[in-house]
């Protein structure tokens, strides 16, 4: 007597086999049918016999294919991948016709996706990443807006997978869908595969971010772009026309990047007065900003018209003289502009400054702050 061993132990065939990987973050419906997929695609348990194995239609048609007797095969996994077979029969099936009949893949892709069954679209879709056509990209880019959300997803990894041009025109044109799982597949993509060409796109996509998670995937999308200093040119070409809350997010990004390109923008938005952008601007500088960039950041902390951001001012050019090699020429510096600086706020900014580039001329700048007339600054000193 044949004893049946338990399905659920039986060994998996893995589901890369019909799906390939790709490097785009999957949304967690999309996930969850490509893992029932690897399920569905068990193959019988060790200790059944033929007889009693639950696929024994698909080992006929393997032997078949094994022995050169393709067309036969084929026509045996055409009705094993019909409506009225088990769903892991139908996809093995399926995914077996693509290595049998490379010729008829794109029809028979097309046909899945026109149709109802979506049994059998995850292989399908999933089969597009290894079309040699060079127009297939476009021929189903023209596919998405058709698709549910899920299957948008899954063509975004396979067009990610191919990565040609209209590919990537595809997934671009994602970046904007109604479905903000669909968005952020898109988004993760462009990143992964685009440079300076899509930064007017992902800009455009971040002023009109509705959530902090999408303009999160949007900060790491534009600092990943290739391209290396045309894609930073690019970035720093849309920040003067950008929303102060873009604004924000594309200095996150010139930080990631570490664009020293960048000081300069970033100095102009620190002596602005949005009270939003000349903390984020001054915390850029003091990632980015190198030694002969101090002076310029000193007066910018000087001249500071958004009040409010003097403690992040103050921090960031304190990171930046932390930095300095030439400590003394720090202090020199911060010195030569306190007995310039007539303000008592910016005289008091600029003590603060001074243990962080100790020397004998700070200590003087001190001991006389700590005798001065105006009380701020003896607090300071102290």
């Known amino acids: 007597m044949t004893v049946r061993a338990p399905w659920v132990a039986a060994p998996q065939r893995r589901v890369s086999a019909f799906i390939p990987c790709s490097r785009v973050d999957l949304a967690p419906s999309a996930l969850a049918s490509f893992l029932s997929l690897e399920l569905l695609l068990a193959p019988p348990a060790l200790g059944q016999s033929p007889a009693t194995s639950p696929t024994p239609s698909l080992e006929q048609a393997e032997a078949l294919a094994a022995k050169g007797k393709t067309k036969r095969a084929i026509a045996l996994y055409e009705q094993l991948a019909a409506p009225t077979q088990p769903v892991f029969i139908r996809r093995g ?197 190198a030694a002969d960039d101090l002076p310029a950041m000193l007066n910018a902390l000087v001249g500071l018209q958004a009040v409010e951001a003097r403690p992040d001012a103050e921090n960031a050019v304190i990171a930046a003289l932390t930095r300095s090699d030439n400590p003394a020429q720090s202090a020199e510096a911060v010195w030569n502009l306190l007995v310039r600086t007539p303000e008592v706020e910016a005289r008091c900014s600029l003590l603060r400054l001074l243990p962080a580039c100790p020397d004998a001329k700070g200590l003087l700048a001190l001991n006389a702050a700590r005798q001065d007339s105006d009380p701020a600054l003896r607090e300071t000193a102290v």
Request: charged share 20%; glycine share 8%.
């Open 93 to 289: 099936a399926l995914g077996a016709l693509f290595r049998l009949d490379p010729t008829g893949a794109e029809p028979r892709i097309l046909k899945v996706l026109h149709s109802q069954d979506d049994v059998l679209k995850p292989v399908a879709i999933a089969e597009i990443a290894t079309l040699p056509a060079p127009d297939a990209s476009k021929r189903f880019g023209q596919e998405m807006p058709r698709l549910q959300p899920d299957e948008q997803i899954w063509l975004i990894q396979a067009l990610a997978g191919r990565g040609d041009t209209d590919a990537r025109a595809a997934i671009r044109a994602a970046v904007g869908a109604a479905d903000v799982t669909v968005r952020l597949a898109a988004i993760g993509a462009v990143g992964e595969l685009e440079d300076a060409g899509a930064v007017a796109s992902l800009v455009s996509a971040l002023a009109s971010a509705r959530d902090a998670v999408e303009r999160r995937k949007l900060e790491f999308a534009l600092a990943g772009l290739k391209g290396g200093d045309a894609t930073d040119q690019a970035i720093l070409g849309e920040f003067k026309p950008s929303s102060p809350a873009t604004k924000q997010v594309l200095i996150a990004v010139l930080v990631r990047r570490q664009c020293h390109a960048a000081v300069p923008t970033l100095l102009s938005a620190a002596g602005g007065s949005d009270p939003a952008v000349v903390p984020a601007a001054f915390e850029g500088l003091g990632k980015l900003a």
